[in-house]
C-alpha cells in the first residue's frame, strides 16, 4: 500500500527557511515520480518541484526557481523539500505526492496538470512578512 506522510511544516519569517520530509513507504522510489505541491488558501493546488529519478529529469515552478530544492535519501526512504529565502506568498499547506513513471508523459506534465495517483495528508507552513 503506497503511503506518503509529510512532517516539517510551521511557522517562519520572510527570508527565512525551512525544509519539509516526505516519508514513503510501499513502493520503490525508482518505479514512481515524486512530487511537491502546494495549496494556498483560495487558490488552486500547484505543482512546484517534480522528479524523476530514474532519468534525472526535475520541473521547478517559476515561483520557486532558485529558492526551493529536492534532495531524497533513498535509505531512509524519504525525500525533502528545502525551501529558503522565502516570502508570505510561500504560505500553504504542502503535498507529497508520488505517481508511477510509465504513467505520465514527463515530470512536466506531472507538475502542471497534476498527474498524481497519491497524495500525502499536507503539511501547513505559513510565511510572516
Known amino acids: 500500500q503506497v503511503r506518503l506522510v509529510e512532517s516539517g511544516g510551521g511557522l517562519v519569517q520572510a527570508g527565512g527557511s525551512l525544509r519539509l520530509s516526505c516519508k514513503f513507504s510501499?513502493?520503490?522510489?525508482?518505479?514512481?515520480?515524486i512530487g511537491w505541491f502546494r495549496e494556498a488558501p483560495g487558490k488552486e493546488r500547484e505543482g512546484i518541484l517534480c522528479?524523476?529519478?530514474?532519468?534525472?529529469?526535475?520541473y521547478v515552478a517559476d515561483s520557486v526557481k532558485g529558492r526551493f530544492t529536492v534532495t531524497r535519501d533513498e535509505d531512509k526512504h524519504t525525500t525533502y523539500l528545502t525551501m529558503n529565502n522565502m516570502k508570505p506568498d510561500d504560505t500553504a499547506v504542502y503535498y507529497c505526492?508520488?505517481?508511477?513513471?510509465?504513467?505520465?508523459?514527463?515530470?512536466?506534465?506531472?507538475?502542471?496538470?497534476?498527474?498524481?495517483?497519491?497524495w500525502g495528508q499536507g503539511t501547513q507552513v505559513n510565511v510572516s512578512s
Open positions: 522528479e524523476n529519478s530514474r532519468d534525472g529529469s526535475t
Open positions: 505526492a508520488a505517481e508511477l513513471i510509465d504513467w505520465i508523459a514527463s515530470v512536466h506534465e506531472m507538475c502542471t496538470l497534476r498527474r498524481v495517483g497519491y
Open positions: 510501499g513502493f520503490e522510489y525508482i518505479h514512481y515520480a
